[in-house]
């Protein structure tokens, strides 16, 4: 390649000063040294570049047609220098996040606003499509940030505590029991059971099967409204985090019962890559996440 930044950058500056003695004062470099490389382009392209006109230079045809590429280059470069440097600070950028369950997404909403006061260049991206393989895709770098509740030991991994929720069982308010003041694993026993998830990949069918509890029926269902609605019209049980369906509890349309007198809790963890470094805005994604869904807890615990 014949052509090389400097040398748009001197067309450029010729050009805009009229003369090479201007010019190299803009460029911060001696007259000859500019002179030099003038005529190195020239003869490497075989052409002028400049003609002289009344004590100035004008461009020549070849000079007319390296300033237009030369003015798309060098702005271009301009503004890749400045995105890299919004990157290199942390102001742009995609924070790929993805969740173990499918209902943990109504944390984003109160989230973004102080998060976007802090980085207002810098999108939350939610990646709906592994939730059934988050960890996978973390390690696959399909996503930046995990939020799990079922983490092995992984020293590639580092995990953030980040909150605690609990899991109800949620029945339509004649059912048989709402007489309890909990549920055992033997009482969902032959119950059609709606779940967000198959029976393979539910944790809470997993802990029915290591009691020997086998539903009458095992029916995912992706959506908690829809779930909601099932259970409200008597078709069946569900097992969720209590805060999904506070608005519900509220309303009193069904009841929550606590699973085992102890009751279900799932501890929530934001799990990153250690390999990938800790950005600015990924920490204060965890700490606004931490945040914002204990405030929920706390909240739903009160209906």
């Keep these: 390649m014949k052509l090389e930044i400097r040398h748009l950058q001197l067309v450029q500056a010729i050009t805009s ?3 090479v003695t201007r010019a190299a004062d803009r460029l911060n470099v001696t007259q000859s040294a500019l002179s030099h490389q003038l005529r190195e382009i020239e ?3 075989g052409t002028p570049l400049f003609l ?3 004590r100035r230079l004008a461009l020549a045809p070849a000079g007319e047609r390296l ?3 030369a003015r798309r280059v060098l702005d271009e470069i301009r503004l890749a220098e400045e995105d890299i440097a919004r990157l290199a600070t942390h102001q742009d950028g995609v924070i790929r996040v993805s969740t173990e369950c499918y209902t943990c997404y109504q944390w984003l909403p109160p989230l973004l606003q102080p998060f976007h006061k802090r980085f207002p260049r810098v999108d939350v991206e939610i990646v709906p499509d592994v939730t059934r393989r988050t960890l996978e895709a973390l390690h696959e770098r399909k996503i930046d940030l995990a939020l799990v509740y079922t983490t092995r030991r992984d020293p590639r991994l580092r995990v953030v505590p980040v909150f605690e929720d609990e899991m109800v069982v949620i029945v339509p308010r004649e059912h048989r029991l709402t007489k309890k003041d909990y549920v055992l694993p033997g009482d969902l026993e032959g119950e059609h059971l709606f779940m967000h998830a198959p029976a393979e990949e539910s944790a809470f069918a997993k802990t029915l099967a290591r009691e020997g509890v086998r539903p009458r029926k095992h029916t995912a269902v992706m959506l908690t409204g829809a779930i909601v609605e099932l259970v409200r019209a008597g078709i069946g049980v569900s097992a969720v985090p209590r805060w999904t369906v506070a608005h519900e509890l509220r309303a009193g349309d069904i009841v929550a019962l606590p699973f085992t007198k102890k009751g279900l809790l799932r501890k929530w963890g934001a799990a990153t890559l250690k390999t990938a470094a800790l950005q600015p ?7 606004l996440l931490s945040r914002v869904k204990l405030a929920v807890v706390s909240d739903t615990n009160r209906t």
Aim: aromatic fraction near 0%; charged fraction near 30%.
């Design 67 to 69: 300033l237009q590429s």
């Design 281 to 287: 805005p990924v920490e204060t994604l965890i700490e």
């Design 17 to 19: 000063e009229g003369s």
């Design 43 to 45: 003869d490497r392209l």
């Design 52 to 54: 002289r006109v009344n």
